[in-house]
């Protein structure tokens, strides 16, 4: 058997929640003999996106925590949009966040699909019960008939139907005999009910559909509704999760289990369903068909944009598994909906990447300093820790020559109150570097500075005795011209420029940020020449990038932002 273990592995307990308090409970009363499975069941109809990575860390936390196993389940019973493409891309986001479906040397990867014959065979079980039929209203029959929340649903007019002639009917439709759209399969459970999920729920419906995995060898579908419970029984999952939305489902749920239980299909205890609130974050999309909208109209620049909250998108970003598992833990598991704010999203990533980013300069704006006074064929060098907090890792070493880079905005003419950078009569200190005193700037004949002019203090080097002698306010950073890297670096801002782009059905594209990508040709230390794909900086005073995996060619990086050094959304400057 190939493993699907994954060694790297998720880490730590996280804090408790209403629902691991449940799952103890249990085990004190020994409901499942201790065993706790739970399964984390996407749709395979798209990328994974942040909401799904808060299931994830949810149901594999739990079952790590529990040493038990979390099922990754295909819930695929929707054959017209659903593709292997989407299966590989799952599998590979959830193994990314750090998380595997093996236990005990047996790997837990499920289809719904896998269960097609034992659904079919539950369905006949039902009808010979009486507990299901065949219907053969209309589409829009049904609608009319189902009622409201305030009124109660029509009884069809073959709810009554011998169950011999619905297993008939049932056994047609599996033939192939029917159009779509001719018969279904219903529940029979109460008209009346207040749950309108209750009103009789349709389990199966005709559609001559290829299916990715099963082809041609079905015509006829099971149901979300009746496909979910019964894998969770059928895979004997102990716990299940989902989201709030579900709740009015859950009668529905163990309606089917407790039938099937009677009908001695399964033993009790059944699988319990448990609802959480989905995750909402500000600034983002989290519905799968909007997302696919986005890369249909193209948007974006497909699904692993690095502005798209798919798992693949923030990958790219240069979101870290850890990162994004710190922020499922600090947002929690609760039952209340809420927003939960991007800041909080891009705090986490702050607080995983200060520890682990190696520190290098970037100058992303680039405009020529030259130190009059340096001798042009000199070539010193500087040297800067690797990491501030962390002196073990070493030290990194760049060059100084007469003719720097320096940010644009480091330098203006006339000096706003409180500005202590580079302007004419002003001491600065090169970071690592010597304090030099600005004395002018070149212009075009436009009056755009292209060069700054300073001289510098040989005697003021950073480690040496005389530094401490010149007092200045200002520390820029800056690169040897001769010896920078140019690179491409991708300063992504958020996709939206609301903060609840979808809310109350207002359309999302309206919503678009204009500026959520700009490009700048930038230029990055010496050292950036031993790139690897996805490895992570920390461009002082500047924020995170890393290295895109696609598109960084030896030579020729190219940097994507993850995020700034501070929440800056909104501010000015
Ligand atoms: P669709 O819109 O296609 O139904 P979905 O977002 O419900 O998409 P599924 O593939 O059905 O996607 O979801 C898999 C699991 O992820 C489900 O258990 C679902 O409850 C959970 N999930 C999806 N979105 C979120 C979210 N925003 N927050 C928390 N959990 C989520
Ligand atoms: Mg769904």
Redesign the pocket.
Known sequence: MTTERNDNDAGAAAPSNFIRHIIDEDNRTAKWGGRVETR????P??YL?V??A??ICLNFGIARDYSGVCHLRF?DTNPEKESVEYVDSIVDAVRWLGFDWEKDGKAHRYYASDYYDDLYRFAELLIERGKAYVDSQSAEEMRLARGSLTEPGKPSPYRERSPEENLALFRRMKAGEFKEGEHVLRAKIDMSSPNVNMRDPVLYRIRFAHHYRTADQWCIYPMYDYTHCISDALEQITHS???LEFEDHRPLYDWILNELADAGVFTRPLPQQIEFS???LTYAI????KLLQLVTEGHVDGWDDPRMPTIVGLRRRGFTPEGIRLFCERIGVTKVDSWIDMSVFEGALRDDLDDKAPRTAAVLDPLKLIIDNFPADLIEHCTAPVHPHHPERGVRTFPISRELWIERDDFVETPPKGYFRLYPGNKVRLRYGYVVECTGADKDEHGNVVAVHCNYYPDSKSGTEGANTYKVKGNIHWLSAAHAVPAEVRLYDRLFKEAQPDAGGRDFLEALNPESKRVVNAYLEPGAHALQPEDRYQFERHGYFVVDHYDSKPGKPVFNRIVSLRDSWGKPG
Do not use: I, Q, V, Y
């Open positions: 984390f069941p996407p749709e109809n798209g996106h909401g799904h808060k299931s819930d999760l989902c989201t989905r995750l909402n989290t519905s799968k068909r």
